[in-house]
Nanobody, 119 residues
Framework: QVQLVESGGGLVQAGGSLRLSCAAS????????MGWYRQAPGKQRELVAS???????NYADSVKGRFTIFRDNAKNTMDLQMSSLKAEDTAVYYC?????????????WGQGTQVTVSS
């Protein structure tokens, strides 16, 4: 079994910064793609940013230039540095990891961490 634990959420004023972290543990041979998603009240979950094992990144248009995604393959961790935060960034943020163990590849999700941006 695999566990993903997010941390770093909280309340911040508009224009401020937060850094989210995600740590994966359990039965892991390697982690392929990782990503951050968010879900605001009444809205569907959406991709914020993703990163491949090799370090290639992809960002939602709404966060380009403000958010940066990082990962450490040796530690099975991923971070999201968020700057110039806006009220519309308020959401529950989830990390996702595509984990390989032996011959299986499965997607796992964290429990989510709340980010609230006050305007």
């Amino acid at each position: 079994q695999v566990q993903l634990v997010e941390s770093g959420g909280g309340l911040v004023q508009a224009g401020g910064s937060l850094r989210l972290s995600c740590a994966a543990s359990g039965t892991i041979n390697s982690i392929n793609d990782m990503g951050w998603y968010r879900q605001a009240p009444g809205k569907q979950r959406e991709l914020v940013a993703s990163i491949t094992r090799g370090g290639s990144t992809n960002y939602a248009d709404s966060v380009k230039g403000r958010f940066t995604i990082f990962r450490d393959n040796a530690k099975n961790t991923m971070d999201l540095q968020m700057s110039s935060l806006k009220a519309e960034d308020t959401a529950v943020y989830y990390c996702k990891a595509r984990v390989r163990f032996l011959t299986r590849v499965d997607d796992y999700w964290g429990q989510g961490t709340q980010v609230t941006v006050s305007s």
